[in-house]
């Protein structure tokens, strides 16, 4: 069974940065995509950002692609993503996944439905 804790959520204002973390108790850590999903108030949970198992390929969705930055520490297992110039549109519950397969590219990442509690960030002046 996958655990994965995120954490780094919190209130902040238009323009900010914010780093989320996530921490997975799986392993082989280092052989799986990861990706962070989003559900914004009343939408479905979208797909974010998601990586290689090695770090070495990103992928981003559309409305990701400018102002975030997916990240991992394979030694700590840590996943992360860097928000920066926050907008509102970004206030969402952030949840972290790994691929239901290992050696997966990062575009094909599929979640292995393990979700974690969350965290919750809201964007607000």
């Known amino acids: 069974q996958v655990h994965v804790v995120e954490s780094g959520g919190g209130v902040v204002q238009p323009g900010d940065s914010l780093r989320l973390s996530c921490v997975a108790s799986i392993p082989r850590f280092r052989a799986y995509a990861m990706g962070w999903y989003r559900r914004a108030p009343g939408k479905e949970r979208e797909l974010v950002a998601s990586?290689?198992?090695?770090?070495?390929?990103?992928y981003y969705s559309r409305s990701a692609k400018d102002r975030f930055t997916i990240s991992r520490d394979n030694a700590k297992k840590e996943l992360y993503l860097q928000i920066d110039n926050v907008k509102p549109e970004d206030t969402a519950v952030y949840y972290c996944a790994v691929d239901n397969k290992d050696f997966g590219r990062a575009p094909d990442l599929v979640p292995d439905g393990s979700w974690g509690q969350g965290t919750e960030v809201t964007v607000s002046s």
């Open positions: 990586i290689t198992g090695a770090g070495t390929t990103t």
